[in-house]
């Protein structure tokens, strides 16, 4: 699968950088006018997503934030924009992305959801208190659906929902500096001290459908050259209904700062 996502990546990058010279060389200016004239709009952009898949509030269970990282996620995205009217106030903006979205983070936990692979694989389930790591990094092909108001020549919002689809998952980590109760929270008692640590791997009980929330601003920098900054909320668990070892709903929420082309 990563190879299929690298793959991917490759060909809309590819595609980008070949689109650019040929709809210059041919008839770059007749196609600008002809999509004006339509109220069309298209735009290629790149940037990086900084965020984090967290609970909303904080549970008891979390204790405390010990370290986190957002490591580095990149999304490209290719989109077009229908005005509604001459002045090009209101239009609607539909787009193709594809984004990663990842963390690393570090917490100290009471009675946290847990199932711990063994030495021999098997699965150990019960409730951990101590040090958990937890790494995720997801890549989704996400479909933004935004209305678009523009204020000025140079600064726009966006706002609405957007659908994504996961192609591949990885919400995995490992426990340490403490103890797991086996079952449940009176359980018989299994230490982890002196430098030990076992795994855990929820990345096969990800939801592979997500739906959320987008908030966007655009300012034209040049005049083909835009920054941009767009606020994801995921308004959906990440896990499937039928994942209980995690108690709590997570949600994954991002803000991808980069840069766009428009033609």
Request: aromatic fraction near 14%; charged fraction near 20%.
């Amino acid at each position: 699968m990563k190879k299929n996502i690298i793959s991917i990546y490759i060909c809309v990058l590819t595609l980008s950088l070949a689109a650019l010279p040929a709809f210059g060389q041919m008839d770059r200016n007749q196609g600008i006018i002809k999509s004006a004239l339509l109220g069309l709009e298209y735009e290629i952009k790149a940037g990086f997503n900084i965020g984090g898949t967290a609970p909303l509030p904080l549970p008891v269970e979390i204790r405390e934030i010990t370290g986190y990282n957002p490591t580095l996620a990149v999304a490209i995205e290719g989109n077009v924009t229908k005005w509604f009217d001459a002045e090009r106030q209101w239009g609607m903006r539909i787009g193709i992305r594809l984004d990663n979205k990842g963390m690393n983070t570090d917490a100290r936990v009471k009675n946290y959801g847990m199932e711990i692979i063994g030495d021999g694989g098997e699965i150990v389930k019960g409730n951990w208190t101590g040090y958990v790591k937890t790494k995720v990094k997801n890549s989704y092909l996400s479909f933004p659906v935004l209305a678009t108001h523009q204020f000025n020549p140079r600064f726009s919002m966006s706002l609405g929902p957007y659908f994504a689809y996961m192609l591949e998952g990885d919400f995995s980590g490992n426990v340490y500096d403490g103890y797991l109760r086996e079952g449940d929270p009176t359980g018989s008692k299994v230490v982890f001290e002196d430098g030990k640590s076992a795994s855990y791997d929820f990345s096969k009980n990800l939801r592979r459908f997500q739906w959320g929330a987008q908030l966007g601003a655009e300012w034209r920098a040049f005049k083909h050259l835009n920054v941009c900054a767009d606020l994801t909320w995921g308004l959906n668990d990440i896990f499937r209904k039928d994942f209980e070892t995690i108690t709590f709903a997570m949600y994954p929420i991002y803000l991808n700062v980069g840069f766009g082309y428009a033609f």
